[in-house]
């Protein structure tokens, strides 16, 4: 997240608001930033995955959502992930073969 000092500092996104496309973090020391602006965050790189990034994964069959949690480098080169499902629930030990990622489309409304 970007602060007022021109620095940055790690966060994680707790909420989004589609509304106002704006989002709540944590940053590292606990406190709360609300309606923080897509502009003032950036991803953190996790293999070849952002962290918190929208990601499909395939379970029982289907294809479901996932957010992309946490990562491990296993020797430089191959990564596992854990993902958590957009019911609160985690996979883990996840290779990016398992993971696709989602696009976002703009509809045009009529």
Do not use: P
Request: aromatic share 14%.
């Amino acid at each position: 997240m970007y602060r007022a000092d021109g620095t940055w500092t790690k966060a994680t996104i707790e909420a989004y608001d589609d509304l106002g496309d704006t989002y709540d973090v944590v940053l590292a020391d606990g406190r709360i930033k609300y309606m923080c602006e897509s502009d003032c965050l950036r991803h953190i790189k996790v293999g070849g995955f952002n962290k918190h990034q929208a990601v499909k994964m395939l379970e029982r069959q289907a294809w479901v959502w996932a957010l992309v949690d946490e990562y491990f480098e296993e020797d430089g080169y191959t990564y596992s992930y854990s993902v958590a499902l957009m019911d609160g629930q985690k996979r883990y030990f996840l290779q990016e073969g398992d993971l696709r990622l989602v696009q976002r489309r703009l509809l045009a409304g009529g």
